[in-house]
């Protein structure tokens, strides 16, 4: 089609004059309002009447811009093409060739423009935008087809009237970027940011003036801004990732690159939209890895969830990753705290990560997925492989996590499973966990519709034993091949690892199989029994296979005893191990602790006397033996003692095994052996409470005498006894509670002792195990200090319990939020002296502690009786008009309680500072006509003895303490009504009402008015009507409302 000739000589400097006319008019709208941003109109003409229609309707729908777009193509070619064919011109077309490409150009821009004032919430702006980049992509597409193919290599564009129209159209659009107007600049950043990922290329002058443009606008106030502008420039650092700074930049930090900015950006925006339209629009590169990646730990649960729903599948190949970023990414994502954020992840795992492994190409760009490999079993044990199933699929490990999604949404590879004898015949460690987690799953889930798997798929009892003897042997060549080496060998020491990984994995198999057949359970039994006899036995592997023998033995009291006295024959036999390399010394075990039970006669001596001297190096070899023996044999009774629940005293093999083995080890000499002798202690504690009344001492000796790590099990030791037994124990030993608050205060010198106290005494008070009013009053005033003093802003341990514990504890009982409201003032005042004595060179008490009035108002929140769980009425489901008017109205002497306490300290000799925090309290406090009748008047009467006396000076507190007085004086009244309405009622409190209602008024003329030295701000009240006893009665006129609010208001601004 040729181009006009008869335009196309005049267009540089009409076009010129144009655009300079149209960026002047533009730049000067930009300061003005939004109805002055649309240009002054011209005459009307035809052209005008076709673009404006097919933006009419372009708005409506966005199914038919695709036919607009080419109906308004023609119009345009008619204006800056030659036709070339009179026949095939149609009555559209043959009208637009009365115009230029001016012209076109002209009535285009200024339909644009019509758009750009348009609020967000409109939905006719998306489409409209949507439409002009749908527009221009299809006209440069099309008049490319007509210049003919391009030069790849060609450094400069070649000029056509869609690039031309992009570039007025840009001209035009840019000064709106700085309008005053914010949906102006909302709408001019969303249309270039639309503009720019539409199109393919762009001009070098006009990339530079959008870069400029839009790097302005990622500063701009408005969050949809700045989210429409990292949309383009992120489009923009993918063609410049290398490139050089715009030296001509004015932004503040031009001499850094545009990745860089946008990298700060995603970190420190305020914007959740802003962080997330950045996370799926930068480009993927080395350099933006780290940070796209890190927003897996965003605060935001949408930014969170497009990580692994959105740039993990787009990323590719997850192998690229290293391996701790993949077990990073994949544990931070199963345990978040958003459901749709662990959805998503698991989804990821099961879905993308398993298709790279099975080599599975990546959707395609259309967005559909691609199809689903069949199941493929080599897939799923390298996919184990990359995220390190040996230490990650422990019992806190992420794997056990992943697999559990992964069976849950993979039913194809749940029925392609299938484990023969060859299978368990050549373990690994990813292939045993690959049964161990089907196992769990088909028993635990889906309310046994999946056992019937169980029975096709796994062996039979008697089979499991003979593979878990096989690889038990295994383990142990092992580890004495280990041993005997006397360098390390690393890939030993990774045999040694994968072989222990694969027996714990049988034996969790083994702890869930039906031990109905007798010949299987003789076998496990046999196998176990032996097994727990071996000295080099791990310990994780001891555990388990103490577990799975309580599993085997019957539950009831007779198999308890069995299962005692099977264990303790382990114990001796590991024991005999040291006798049998010293046979002549028959009382070896313990010899440093037996020497003090002993006495003066410590047979030691003598049985060495008989043996052979020893060298130096033999005889440390000998003692660190003996040592790892002890621990050995401690830690099987440990496990024993887990799973034991009988009284002790009923049990001969513990007693037995509590004299000769865990009292000798607490007295050992040696510390690792002393320490561990202790937790058998605490357990044998908890079967008996007579032994944990004696041992409390001692238990709390070591606490005080010990390192920080005995110091923690002393504590979960003795916190578990006051669990099991009462918390009697701690009302009859005033000491015990002086260990949990000095545990609490420890914070400056210990805070992994102050965070496992914190959890400690949570757990007490929460599960009401401490009853004694005075005690959990010291606990709970000690936890609200732990929770704002500025020893604890670095332990995050503590204020994360504390932040659960402290709500959650306020509001489930009315009795727990009376104990906070006993405790509040105290709490309150030691902290202000806490402030007040802050003498931090190096900190700001600011930065270390929220203020005072802060801490009030979280005291003030806590106690607030609407917040207070109620359980339902018997037969009320809760719901309803009359739940919600129960809910409405709560009995609330909990703050009548607290106002009483608060006027009580104003009146004491606190600090001025600390009262005035006090005073703005009285404001925070909930009222209710709901509470309890005589607490009211009680408290109603020491308020308004508190106003007769000017108990506070300041403006602030005035208010606060005028404002529970006229609410109090509200409640007080309607009851005096309500009881005069009664036939001869009102005579109990008619007096001692009427004379504390009447405080700093004076009689006159049958009506009483507020005294002037009652005043807020100087100003007099109106007078209000009496009753004729005397009592102020509220009307419900205008007086009332103007008192109330005058008050009200300035509080405000008091």
């Known amino acids: 089609m040729p181009p006009r000739a008869s335009t196309r000589s005049t267009r540089s400097s009409a076009g010129a004059a144009t655009r300079s006319s149209t960026r002047a008019s533009t730049t000067s709208r930009a300061s003005s309002a939004v109805n002055a941003d649309v240009p002054d109109e011209t005459p009307d003409n035809a052209l005008r009447t076709q673009v404006a229609g097919v933006f009419r309707e372009a708005q409506r729908t966005t199914a038919t811009h695709r036919k607009l777009a080419v109906t308004l193509r ?85 000029e056509t009237p869609g690039t031309r129209l992009t570039g007025h159209l840009m001209e035009t659009i840019l000064p709106l970027l700085t309008a005053k107007d914010k949906f102006v600049r909302y709408r001019s950043t969303q249309l270039i940011s639309h503009i720019i990922n539409s199109l393919d290329a762009i001009d070098d002058d006009l990339f530079q003036k959008l870069r400029s443009g839009l790097l302005k606008r990622i500063r701009d106030k408005e969050a949809m801004v700045r ?56 480009p993927i590169l080395p350099s933006t890895l780290p940070f796209l990646l890190e927003r897996a730990r965003d605060q935001d649960a949408a930014t969170r969830r497009a990580v692994y729903s959105r740039l993990l599948p787009a990323l590719g190949d997850f192998r690229h990753l290293s391996l701790s970023m993949r077990e990073k990414l994949l544990r931070w994502g199963l345990r978040d705290r958003d459901e749709n954020v662990r959805k998503a992840a698991g989804r990821l795992f099961r879905e993308r990560w398993i298709e790279d492994c099975a080599g599975t190409p990546p959707p395609a760009e259309t967005g559909q997925p691609a199809e689903v490999s069949p199941p493929n079993l080599d897939a799923l044990l390298e996919l184990l492989e990359r995220i390190d199933v040996v230490n990650s699929g422990g019992e806190n490990g992420v794997a056990l996590e992943a697999m559990r999604g992964f069976w849950e949404g993979r039913p194809d590879y749940r029925e392609a499973m299938f484990f023969d004898d060859n299978f368990f015949e050549t373990l690994s460690a990813e292939s045993v966990f690959v049964v161990r987690t089907f196992n769990d799953f088909c028993r635990n889930e889906g309310n046994g519709k999946f056992e019937s798997l169980i029975e096709e798929k796994l062996p039979e009892v008697t089979k499991v ?14 580890i004495k091949r280990a041993e005997e080496q006397e360098a390390e060998d690393e890939e030993e020491e990774e045999d040694t690892a994968e072989q222990e990984f694969i027996v714990e994995q049988l034996l969790h198999i083994a702890l869930s199989l039906d031990y109905s057949d007798e010949v299987g359970r003789r076998k496990m039994f046999s196998l176990l029994r032996q097994t727990l006899s071996i000295p080099e036995l791990p310990e994780e592997v001891t555990k388990l296979t103490v577990a799975a023998l309580r599993d085997i033995c019957a539950p009831d009291a007779a198999g308890e005893k069995e299962f005692c006295s099977i264990v303790l024959e382990s114990v001796a036999d590991v024991h005999d191990t040291i006798v049998d390399d010293v046979p002549d010394n028959d009382d070896e075990s313990f010899h440093s602790a037996r020497s003090e039970v002993s006495g003066d006669t410590t047979p030691t001596r003598s049985g060495k006397s008989k043996t052979p001297e020893l060298s130096e190096e033999e005889a440390a070899q000998k003692a660190i033996k003996e040592i790892m023996i002890n621990m050995q044999c401690l830690h099987i009774v ?182 906070m409201r006993c405790v509040a003032l105290d709490a309150l005042h030691t902290l202000y002296n806490v402030r007040e004595g802050f003498d931090d060179d190096d900190a700001d008490i600011d930065d270390e502690m929220v203020s005072l009035s802060t801490i009030a108002a979280c005291l003030a929140d806590w106690t607030d009786p609407r917040k207070c769980y109620s359980p339902p009425a018997a037969g009320a489901d809760g719901f309803g008009a009359e739940a919600t008017a129960e809910k409405k109205h709560v009995n609330a002497d909990v703050h009548l309680d607290f106002a009483h306490d608060i006027i009580e300290r104003l009146g004491g000799n606190a600090p001025r500072e600390e009262k005035r925090i006090i005073a703005a309290l009285l404001g925070k406090l909930y009222v209710s006509p709901a509470s309890s009748e005589d607490k009211t008047r009680e408290v109603y009467a020491v308020i308004s003895e508190a106003v007769e006396n000017q108990l506070v000076s300041d403006t602030t507190s005035r208010n606060a303490l005028y404002k529970i007085h006229v609410s109090l004086g509200k409640i007080v009244n309607s009851l005096e009504s309500a009881a005069a309405a009664e036939p001869g009622g009102g005579g109990k409190y008619r007096r001692s009402v009427s004379r504390a209602s009447s405080v700093g008024v004076t009689p006159s003329e049958d009506r009483t008015v507020i005294q002037h030295e009652v005043k807020i701000k100087e100003e007099e009240m109106e007078d209000e009507d009496v009753s004729d006893t005397g009592t102020v009665v509220h009307r419900g006129g205008s007086n009332e409302q103007s008192l109330v609010s005058e008050m009200l208001s300035d509080e405000e601004e008091g």
């Open 638 to 819: 440990q496990c024993m003692l887990s799973n034991v629940s009988g009284d002790l005293q009923q049990n001969d093999h513990l007693v037995a095994m509590l004299n000769n083995l865990v009292v000798p080890a607490v007295r050992s000499h040696e510390a690792p052996v002393r320490e561990r002798g202790l937790v058998c202690l605490g357990l044998c504690s908890l079967l008996d409470r007579s032994l944990a009344e004696e041992n409390l001492t001692l238990f709390m000796h070591f606490f005080s005498k010990g390192h920080t790590e005995l110091q923690i099990t002393a504590l979960h030791i003795l916190t578990d006894i006051l669990n099991v037994h009462g918390a009697q124990l701690l009302s009859s030993n005033p000491a015990l509670l002086k260990v949990y608050v000095k545990a609490l205060r420890s914070g400056a010198k210990h805070p992994e002792v102050q965070a496992a106290a914190t959890v400690a005494v949570s757990k007490l008070l929460l599960g009401r195990v401490v009853s004694d009013h005075q005690v959990s009053a010291e606990l709970l005033k000690t936890l609200v200090i732990a929770y704002f003093e500025p020893a604890s802003s670095g332990n995050q341990s503590v204020r994360q319990a504390l932040n659960y514990f402290l709500p959650v504890f306020c509001y489930s009982r009315t009795e727990n939020q009376d104990l």
């Open 465 to 478: 034993a003979f593979y878990l003897e096989r690889y038990i042997k295994v383990l142990i060549d092992a």
């Open 227 to 282: 989210a429409q502008a990292v949309l383009g420039l992120g489009r923009l650092a993918g063609n410049q990732g290398d490139a050089e700074p715009d030296s001509d930049d004015s932004d503040d930090d031009g001499s850094s690159g545009l990745l860089e900015r946008l990298l700060e950006v995603l970190q420190n925006d305020a914007s959740a939209d802003v962080r997330r339209s950045l996370l799926v629009n930068l």
């Open 74 to 158: 023609k119009i345009q070619e008619a204006c800056c093409y030659e036709p070339t064919s009179i026949k095939k011109s149609s009555s559209a077309a043959a009208t637009a060739a009365d115009f230029d490409e001016d012209d076109f150009n002209t009535e285009f821009v200024r339909c644009v423009v019509r758009v750009m004032p348009i609020k967000k919430s409109e939905g006719v702006g998306e489409k409209t935008i949507r439409f002009i980049g749908l527009f221009l992509r299809h006209a440069i597409d099309k008049d490319n087809e007509a210049v003919g193919e391009l030069d790849p290599d060609a450094s400069t564009m070649p």
